[in-house]
């Protein structure tokens, strides 16, 4: 039987609150906040961290991840398409061969591994952090995001008198999925338009999602699903390759903008 070092309550309290504080400070400026730690957020943070780009990945759940985790129907199986089968062999996730150019795979293996990429990158995470709106500078351009915790939310509205904060960053990123959060938020003042989400056609919603992956307003890039929602594209069910795929090339972007 193990016998643990000594640690007294204080000591356990003060070692969460004096790194968590350090980590806060030190990402309230980063170079990119990515919103919504889903497949295509997670991997867009990994790509980037990777490249050495501070990075900020930001999930109103107390959990990492999206649909990710639990594939379709609450069948915890992902399918992925070719090419997309490649990211599974980069991150080292077993799979199996159903069709031609169709792979399936756990999703929770797939989500972990997936997540301990972008850790072992060097993503810093805030859990149970709602998006509240944008910050917008001259112009109109995005330099940041105003945030607060998700349960302020649910809070009877007479007691919700709980100021969010700001958070800066170079680049914003759109992972939020089909509520296209970020994107809708400047939708309000009138500054795009998007055109919602069409129906279900798996054939082709992966590649134009991909294709239309790119930045929608100064500062702002979307990808995954919100670029469905965004520019009117078919929806995609339970398959994530088009994800994985859209997370990277706006990782690129956002690689390319930063080094001007």
Same mark, same amino acid.
């Given at each position: 039987?193990?016998?643990?070092?000594?640690?007294?309550?204080?000591?356990?309290?003060?070692?969460?609150?004096?790194?968590?504080?350090?980590?806060?400070?030190?990402?309230?400026?980063?170079?990119?906040?990515?919103?919504?730690?889903?497949?295509?957020?997670?991997?867009?943070?990994?790509?980037?961290?990777?490249?050495?780009?501070?990075?900020?990945?930001?999930?109103?759940?107390?959990?990492?991840?999206?649909?990710?985790?639990?594939?379709?129907?609450?069948?915890?199986?992902?399918?992925?398409?070719?090419?997309?089968?490649?990211?599974?062999?980069?991150?080292?996730?077993?799979?199996?061969?159903?069709?031609?150019?169709?792979?399936?795979a756990d999703g929770p293996h797939a989500c972990s591994r997936l997540i301990a990429a972008a850790c072992d990158a060097g993503v810093k995470?805030?859990?149970? $952090?709602?998006? +509240?709106?944008?910050? @917008?500078?001259?112009?109109?351009? *995005?330099? =940041?995001?105003?945030?607060?915790? !998700?349960? %302020?939310?649910?809070?009877?509205?007479?007691? $919700?008198?709980? +100021?969010?904060?700001? @958070?800066?960053?170079?680049?914003? *990123?759109? =992972?939020?999925?089909?509520?296209? !959060?970020? %994107?809708?938020?400047?939708?309000?003042?009138?500054?795009?338009?998007?055109?919602?989400?069409?129906?279900?056609?798996?054939?082709?919603?992966?590649?134009?999602?991909?294709?239309?992956?790119?930045?929608?307003?100064?500062?702002?890039?979307?990808?995954?699903?919100?670029?469905?929602?965004?520019?009117?594209?078919?929806?995609?069910?339970?398959?994530?390759?088009?994800?994985?795929?859209?997370?990277?090339?706006?990782?690129?972007?956002?690689?390319?903008?930063?080094?001007?």
């Open positions: 039987m193990p016998i643990f070092e000594k640690a007294t309550e204080s000591q356990v309290t003060r070692a969460i609150v004096e790194n968590f504080s350090k980590q806060f400070l030190e990402y309230a400026e980063s170079d990119v906040i990515i919103i919504g730690a889903g497949p295509s957020g997670l991997m867009a943070a990994k790509e980037l961290s990777q490249k050495g780009v501070k990075t900020l990945l930001i999930e109103r759940n107390n959990y990492l991840g999206g649909g990710f985790w639990i594939g379709g129907y609450l069948m915890n199986k992902v399918t992925v398409r070719a090419p997309a089968h490649e990211i599974l062999d980069e991150l080292g996730i077993p799979y199996e061969k159903v069709n031609e150019g169709l792979f399936v995470t805030l859990n149970m $952090t709602k998006f +509240d709106d944008l910050v @917008l500078y001259e112009e109109n351009r *995005v330099g =940041g995001v105003v945030v607060n915790w !998700t349960p %302020v939310s649910a809070l009877p509205r007479e007691i $919700t008198c709980v +100021d969010p904060i700001a @958070l800066e960053g170079k680049i914003v *990123v759109d =992972g939020t999925g089909h509520d296209a !959060t970020v %994107v809708k938020s400047l939708e309000e003042r009138g500054l795009i338009k998007t055109r919602g989400m069409n129906p279900m056609w798996v054939d082709r919603s992966e590649e134009m999602v991909v294709e239309y992956t790119s930045e929608v307003h100064p500062g702002l890039v979307v990808i995954g699903m919100a670029v469905a929602t965004t520019f009117g594209l078919p929806r995609m069910g339970p398959t994530f390759g088009g994800m994985l795929l859209s997370g990277r090339k706006g990782a690129e972007i956002v690689y390319e903008k930063l080094q001007r």
